[in-house]
């Protein structure tokens, strides 16, 4: 049976967004770079409409970075091999109102939560599950296996939340690590 993982960056009163929008929590060279390895290690992502709008950046991402190698940070190096990666990886969105989609894409109208029902009893790597609103559903009808909080060192006091208000999730607490731009991940299974 395949894992289904939920996984962002939050702030430390659990919002995944601010009031005023999400410009709060960029990784840096080594976050991103953790975040490479996660990625890489994917069978599928699933996303919903907004995070796949979100996410067409790194479609393109390599053919916008014209630095010459000797002007090229460790953050840049990073962000390209994420756009590799994420070009790479396969990516259901869940959509009614998108048209096409493009990439290693499939546009999805039908019910999220049987399509994971079906996808979690098939061959292969770990699913992702991008945007709050599909993890909410997914949630809901116990489907997501893990959840991987990035908690960066900030209060919002209001926003997008991580978990739906009207959900109670029991978690086991099974991987922490602490990176250097202070930002603590935190891995949870559902007990």
């Not at 992702?128 to 296996?145: E, P, R």
Request: negative net charge; aromatic residues 10%.
């Amino acid at each position: 049976m395949r894992t289904v993982i939920y996984s962002m960056g939050v702030s430390l009163d659990c919002y995944i967004a601010g009031p005023d929008g999400n410009d709060w929590g960029a990784p840096d060279a080594e976050l991103h770079r953790f975040h490479n390895q996660q990625t890489s290690e994917l069978g599928l992502h699933l996303l919903g409409r907004r995070l796949y709008e979100v996410m067409a950046f790194w479609e393109t991402a390599e053919e916008r970075n014209p630095s010459a190698p000797a002007s090229v940070s460790e953050l840049d190096v990073a962000q390209l091999e994420f756009a590799r990666i994420w070009k790479q990886l396969p990516k259901l969105v869940f959509s009614k109102s998108l048209e096409a989609v493009e990439g290693n894409a499939r546009l999805s109208r039908a019910d999220p939560v049987q399509t994971v029902q079906a996808l979690k009893e098939e061959d292969g790597g770990p699913i992702a599950v991008g945007g709050a609103d599909l993890a909410a559903t997914l949630t809901a009808h116990q489907l997501i296996d893990e959840y991987h909080l990035f908690v960066y060192p900030v209060a919002l006091g209001g926003g997008k939340p991580f978990f739906a208000d009207d959900t109670r999730v029991n978690l086991e607490l099974l991987e922490t690590r602490t990176f250097s731009n202070r930002v603590v991940y935190l891995r949870y299974r559902r007990a």
